[in-house]
Structure formats: structure tokens, C-alpha cells
């Protein structure tokens, strides 16, 4: 079964970096893609950033040239240069085949000097 458990988010002030970590049980960074999405107050759910199994990747417009996203022993998503606009709660997901999707419980992002 699939197990994600998000980490690494934190208090920081505009321009910080911060990175996020997201443990999966097994091995489906070579199965699935995965994505990390985010929530802030008031606004909808927002696609961040996603991995494939093979290691390309892709970003949503307003995180680009400032976040990546990788993976290791866990999937990563470093955060440079961070913004006000950046402050949600972030979530990791993992996508099957089926195109069911895993969700983390989340970490809080805040950015706010």
C-alpha cells in the first residue's frame, strides 16, 4: 500500500528557500508520477510540479526557474526565492496507471516577513 508522509515546511521570509521532502513507502518513484500540489487559504487547489518515473519533469508557470522538483530516496521539491504567493499547505501525491491518486497528510508553507 501506498504511503506518503510530507516534511520541511516551516516559517520563513520572503526570498528563503526551503525544502520539502515526501517518504513513500516502496519503491513507485519508479512506478508513478509524482506531483506535489498546493492549497492556500481561500484560493483552489493549485498543481506545483511533477516527476515521472523516468525523471522528466514539469512546473506550473509560477514556480518556474524557483523550484525543483527531484527525486532520491524521496521526491523532493527544493523552493528558492520564495514568495508571499507561496504560502499554502503542500501536498505530495502519487499517480497509478488507473489514475487513482495518493495524497500526504501535508505540510504548511508560510512565507511572511
Known amino acids: 500500500q501506498v504511503q506518503l508522509v510530507e516534511s520541511g515546511g516551516g516559517l520563513v521570509q520572503p526570498g528563503d528557500s526551503l525544502r520539502l521532502a515526501c517518504a513513500a513507502s516502496?519503491?513507485?518513484?519508479?512506478?508513478?508520477?509524482m506531483s506535489w500540489y498546493r492549497q492556500a487559504p481561500g484560493k483552489q487547489r493549485e498543481w506545483v510540479a511533477t516527476i515521472a518515473p523516468g525523471g522528466s519533469t514539469d512546473y506550473t508557470d509560477s514556480v518556474k526557474g524557483r523550484f525543483t522538483i527531484s527525486k532520491g530516496n524521496a521526491v523532493y521539491l527544493q523552493m528558492n526565492d520564495l514568495k508571499f504567493e507561496d504560502t499554502a499547505v503542500y501536498y505530495c501525491?502519487?499517480?497509478?496507471?488507473?489514475?487513482?491518486?495518493?495524497w500526504g497528510q501535508g505540510t504548511q508553507v508560510t512565507v511572511s516577513s
Open positions: 516502496g519503491s513507485i518513484f519508479n512506478f508513478y508520477d
Open positions: 501525491t502519487a499517480k497509478t496507471l488507473g489514475g487513482f491518486s495518493y
